[in-house]
């Protein structure tokens, strides 16, 4: 039998589990992506405008050298087993790339569209709604993008630390030498990324025109 129909085959037998191993891999990747976002949006536009903002972008530059296994290994004695544990680890691993891009997205936003804004009456929360937000959109979602492929991908090391997901599948693959179920998990993983990384920058290049004509 080749590689390509014991392929077939294994994904036939498993389609029930294959499917959960899918759902609980999404649900580890997209809740990190969102407690991230909801935490380092906020924060880049502060960095963004505050004078004090530089140090804390340079942190984050500093902490995106941190292997992903490092970081999960590290929540361990804090949270012991599960998915809380790889919820958190991930979230951290996707915080960087979001502030950063976050902030260089507000801190390139041309002087000359808020001073127009300004001259027409706006106060600073319209003019950062209405003028800065749309302009900075599109490095911010590039942000997210990164992020997402990153903890996509990180996601799999999950498995170490018994948060679950497709990572259960490269692990089980390799450790009995199950050459099916290592390259469906692989396989499933690349997907979700690619998934995620068409998704995101289709939506880019969606705004992208409202930043290119300001």
Do not use: C, K
């Not at 924060?43 to 296994?69: C, E, I, Y």
């Not at 949270?79 to 919820?87: E, N, Q, S, W």
């Not at 009456?121 to 302009?135: D, K």
């Amino acid at each position: 039998m080749s590689t390509l129909q014991a392929l077939i085959e294994y994904i036939g037998v498993h389609e029930r589990a294959l499917a959960h191993a899918v759902f609980v891999h999404i649900g580890l990747s997209g809740t990190a992506l969102l407690i991230a976002a909801g935490l380092s949006i906020p924060l880049g536009v502060w960095t963004a405008h505050a004078r004090g903002g530089t140090p804390v972008v340079g942190v984050m530059t500093a902490l995106r050298s941190v292997p992903s296994l490092a970081v999960l290994a590290l929540m361990l004695p804090v949270f012991g087993l599960g998915r809380v544990p790889a919820v958190v680890a991930l979230t951290l691993l996707a915080i960087p790339p979001i502030l950063i891009n976050t902030d260089v997205g507000y801190r390139t936003v041309e002087r000359a569209a808020v001073d127009a804004a300004v001259g027409m009456g706006m106060h600073p929360a319209q003019v950062l709604r209405r003028v800065e937000t749309p302009l900075a959109a599109p490095v911010i979602l590039a942000g997210l993008r990164t992020a997402a492929v990153e903890v996509i991908a990180s996601a799999t090391l999950a498995a170490f630390i018994g948060g679950g997901g497709l990572g259960d599948l490269i692990v089980a693959g390799l450790q009995n030498d199950n050459t099916p179920e290592l390259l469906t998990g692989a396989i499933l993983v690349a997907l979700l990324a690619l998934a995620a990384e068409a998704g995101l920058t289709t939506a880019r290049r969606m705004l992208s025109p409202a930043r290119a004509g300001a």
